[in-house]
């Protein structure tokens, strides 16, 4: 393998990582070491269908070649991370609920056709876990758990630098994990899953938790601030919760809460010595108020819940590399099926 | 790699499996393709420490081969299961709760002095997941869970053929996965861990259940059967069961369910294809009605809440080799740390 400082003058290989979401397409060119040299987004336009998509996808890593005065010709392999369902082995898109013109398309094959690379496959979440640990946040990590939280909660489960796939392509969907036995425990608006973590630590179910006690008439802040409650996103509670509203704290406490429930049962399983939390829903993150309070009310349940063996060499900590992880990852995930 | 039927005679390799229990220590020869050839098993006397178990557990070895007219030259390496908690990548057992005398020894290399041979280490319940992986209920198959139903709960994850040791050696800790989140779920009775899977679907758990809803007044034939409700036994279940008794089916249900839940935790995150149920805590397997009854009972908890994707594909059904599987699986071990 070579290891130069600068890949693109000595004709090293590049990666090209392709994430591919509901609305938008993020694609970027990578070097060996994972650093990032050029990237680009284009719209999903969902209902032109996937062929119409990676056509689009191809032209736009040409210009970004070209752009950027990358050789086309160092493009070693493309990686393509999407959203499940799929086959991962037979390179299939199955049934992705928010690409639904997109179903039973043969999308790695498909797209090494049209660029004439090999193409490595992931799942988005997966991937954006692989990118994190490549050169993010897990990097100086042999395993790593990566939970994405926004609109639902994705996983990555990486043991000793690789991902967990699973036998049906459904590894390390961490947003099922059940965080909750009763009877009447939450329902996941996605799936209708009962219990499980989706339930109660996805943005949509925070924001609908809100949505519920202000209705059920709980005093807050917001419900002044806001002139309809069905459009409160996390943010908002950040924002209030930054200003000491209660009731946001509350519910930021309580997501929290269950997110440290589901990674105990996933280090107890696992062991990797460090989970990450990406994805929006954060609250801020390291820099705002709540995003701290956020994390330290999953540190405190994880502490009370956790064996001493893992309890304190256990690292919790938010991502670095926001929503870039994606398409690092997938080119990482390139990188992996040329070596 | 050689691969003959009668690999005695052919000179190719041979690896000694040990499986260290609190009571008793069980080895075993096997062949390349996991054939065991010879077995025997001596008592632990845990109280005499490691080292003293050690040298009888080398002339034990040494005896086996020359009774079995096997080969001693043969032997390539020994595999060596002992329960944690332990160091892997370091050969250390640390504070095993059942071997209180054991503490803070470099077993594995210590073994290997004695034997003139190298030695894998394994955690005891991965080294049995790894057995029937090898040769027994998983052998089909590419990746696999075991639950191991005793005294306690253990596990071993197998995701493509290697066990998931963690970064602290804590990994597949599957009985400490949380089932019952609940303020008032019940306490492991070994550890104080609450709401896990241990303290419902071990064979302690289940025998303190049934001795809580005796003492309550709930009937039952146990009643009368059984003087002593404290020596009550998961098999005293399964009999009483069989005959049709209510409360004992209740009671295995209910560990079935608990069960179901951790399976469904398990599957969403590992999405193994094959979930093996090991241990004596079966109510007598697939032979009897109340081990079918069981094994229902954990099958239609899985059915009611996994995901559509998994539902269908994901096997469970009881382990095939018996208490045998610790010592094969670590043999196992010892084969891989040779290729």
């Known amino acids: 393998m070579t290891e130069t400082s600068n ?17 938008g397409i993020k694609m970027g060119v990578v070097d060996d070491a994972g650093q990032p040299l050029a990237m ?6 969902e209902d032109r269908g996937p062929e119409d998509a990676l056509q689009r996808v191809y032209a736009a890593a040409q210009q970004l070649f070209e752009k950027n005065q990358l050789p086309w010709e160092c493009l070693a392999a493309i990686g393509l991370g999407v959203p499940g369902t799929m086959d991962i082995p037979r390179g299939l898109i199955l049934a992705p609920p928010n690409l639904p013109h997109w179903r039973n398309f043969p999308i790695r094959d498909r797209l090494a056709e049209i660029a004439g690379r090999p193409v490595a496959f992931a799942n988005d979440a997966n991937a954006a876990a692989y990118g994190e640990f490549w050169i993010g946040r ?10 994405t939280l926004g609109t639902g909660v994705g996983g990555g489960v990486i043991v000793n630098g690789k991902c967990i796939d699973g036998s049906n392509s459904f590894g390390s969907e961490c947003g099922h994990l059940l965080v909750d036995s009763r009877e ?3 329902l996941c608006v996605w799936d209708g899953g009962q219990g499980q973590l989706e339930a109660y630590a996805s943005a949509s179910a925070v924001a609908r938790r809100m949505h519920e006690l202000l209705k059920a008439g709980e005093p807050s802040s917001l419900r ?9 996103t996390p943010l908002d509670l950040a924002v209030a919760a930054d200003d000491g509203d209660e009731l946001s704290l509350r519910i930021i406490a309580e997501a929290g809460r269950y997110l440290g429930i589901g990674i105990v049962t996933l280090v107890h399983v696992i062991d990797p010595g460090m989970v990450v939390l990406g994805g929006a829903m954060n609250f801020g993150g390291d820099e705002a108020p709540a995003g701290r309070y956020f994390l330290q009310a999953i540190k405190d349940e994880f502490r009370r819940r956790a064996f001493d063996v893992v309890r304190d060499t256990t690292e919790i900590a938010y991502a670095s590399l926001g929503s870039d992880a994606g398409y690092i990852g997938a080119a990482g995930y390139a990188r992996m099926s040329c070596s």
Do not use: K, Q, W, Y
């Open 7 to 23: 890949s693109r003058e000595s004709g090293s290989s590049l990666f090209l990582g392709v994430d591919v979401g509901g609305t």
């Open 40 to 45: 680009s987004r284009l719209d999903t336009l």
């Open 138 to 147: 897990g990097e100086t990590c042999d395993s790593m758990i990566m939970l």
């Open 184 to 186: 009447d425990a939450r």
């Open 224 to 232: 002044e601030g806001v002139a309809d409650f069905e459009s409160l």
